[in-house]
């Protein structure tokens, strides 16, 4: 197969600019890397955050080419790469930030080892919407708090990126999940099977109605702010409190009071630092397992987008108006 020396790319070139649609060169792989024709990419609010400057955690040095997520097929493999072959079709959380370049374009170079094999029965499009979600809500539950089988979780958020697909593995994993959100999300959180909780009620209503006042083993918050707050007061004694938002100021005293623990979930570490990449491929190929014995699926928009309409789908995002996961087709 003849290596396609040039590809189609989204191009930041400054904070808040329309993304340009220019034609580069095909990156070079490295001997631990894949080349990736790229299907589908994955958009999310940090997306609109990095392409506005505005997320101090996430610096990508400009110009540059965004999108966190990808889908597609593998094209080329580095001399080290034995997991992948040409042909394969893969997907995870790959870059877009960093200094690591995304995944609108037509190729990507990859770290192999924060890939997976794409589940069979997932579209390149479900797939591609699939990997940051899965994996904050997955070190969350599973490397941070250790979910079991019995618990009761409560999944703050419920109807969000994060929050739908942590009620799947929660129940997965053999939990009792119950999830915030508002009257409108009432549906979408019960279609997921967790039980709703408007999220205007009393936080001593529902500790009591739900866990008999003892407060539940595992909140996590997906919102942040004062609803972090809330998860301190909603724990029961020696419970876990995750949150993949715990910016701000916090009181900790409800948390020590109750004996219980907190940790933070920073999904994009591995990508930042090298650190803990291939932990993200083994995260993917979790998620793949469950997706195909039936058991997690995401919420994707069915409105589709190109490269030459990713300001759409960012749009979208920042008005609040996305109904699931929004992907550019590639």
């Known amino acids: 197969m003849t290596r396609q020396s040039t590809m189609r790319a989204a191009i930041l070139e400054f904070h808040n600019a329309p993304l340009r649609l220019s034609t580069v060169s095909t990156p070079e792989v490295g001997p631990r890397e894949v080349l990736v024709r790229v299907r589908a990419s994955g958009v999310n ?15 990508h040095p400009l110009p540059a080419i965004l999108g966190i997520e990808l889908a597609g097929v593998v094209e080329q493999t580095g001399h080290d790469v034995t997991r992948f072959k040409p042909g394969d079709e893969v997907y995870g959380m790959t870059g877009g930030v960093g200094g690591v370049p995304g995944s609108l374009a037509e190729f990507a170079a990859v770290d192999a080892d924060l890939l997976a094999p794409r589940p069979a029965n997932l579209s390149m499009r479900e797939a591609a919407a699939l990997p940051l979600i899965f994996i904050t809500a997955w070190e969350g539950l599973i490397d941070r708090a250790a979910l ?13 990126g994060v929050g739908h697909i942590a009620i799947q593995i929660a ?6 999940v119950f999830a915030t959100g508002s009257a409108a999300q009432r549906a979408t959180i019960e279609g997921f ?24 083993d595992i909140v996590y918050d997906t ?89 759409d789908a960012y749009a979208l995002i920042r008005d609040h108006a996305a109904k699931g996961k929004l992907v550019v087709d590639i």
Do not use: N
């Open 223 to 311: 919102v942040g702010g004062k609803v972090l707050d809330a998860s301190f007061e909603a724990v029961r004694r020696f419970g876990h409190v995750v949150s993949a938002l715990g910016w701000g100021t916090h009181a900790l005293a409800p948390l020590s009071f109750r004996a219980a623990s907190y940790s933070g979930v920073f999904t994009l570490l591995p990508l930042l630092s090298g650190e803990g990449r291939a932990h993200h491929g083994e995260i993917m190929a979790e998620a793949t397992r469950l997706v195909e014995a039936g058991k997690l699926a995401p919420l994707v928009d069915a409105r589709r987008f190109t490269l030459e309409s990713v300001g």
């Open 171 to 176: 129940r997965a994993f053999g939990a009792d």
């Open 45 to 59: 609010p940090l997306d609109t955050k990095i392409h506005a400057g505005t997320a101090a955690h996430a610096r």
């Open 148 to 160: 079991k089988a019995g618990q009761k979780v409560l999944i703050h958020g419920g109807a969000g």
């Open 193 to 216: 099977g967790a039980v709703f909780i408007d999220r205007g009620t009393a936080i001593e209503a529902y500790v009591a109605e739900h866990t008999g006042g003892r407060g539940f």
